[in-house]
């Protein structure tokens, strides 16, 4: 395997005043049972924004981030389905769905 995926998000400070947010990167394996159900943070940028601002998050996920723990004890990347996206809380968010 041995590639990536980006993901990015347009991060907006929609209040009147100036703020912080943490956003988190996530990743979740929804078609397999195996794998621990939720999603799992691959990474997290904290912006300061002032009112109106935008700042664009980025973040690159690798094989390594996509790997999960087998029955048997060992860890590694199997082909199917993953959802990543970029959000505050695991709770929010839009998730993209890609397959390996």
């Not at 347009?10 to 621990?36: F, I």
């Not at 939720?38 to 997290?44: D, S």
């Not at 973040?59 to 959802?83: C, K, N, Y």
Request: hydrophobic share 40%; with cysteine.
């Amino acid at each position: 395997m041995g590639g990536s995926v980006t993901i990015s998000a347009l991060v907006t400070n929609t209040g009147p005043r100036p703020g912080v947010e943490v956003a988190s990167a996530l990743c979740a394996r929804p078609d397999r049972l195996a794998h621990p159900a939720g999603a799992r943070a691959k990474g997290f940028q904290r912006l300061a924004l002032a009112p109106g601002e935008s700042q664009r998050v980025s973040f690159t996920l690798t094989e390594a981030d996509l790997a999960f723990t087998r029955a048997d004890g060992t860890r590694g990347v199997e082909p199917g389905s993953f959802q990543a996206w970029v959000s505050a809380d695991c709770q929010s968010g839009s998730p993209l769905e890609f397959r390996l």
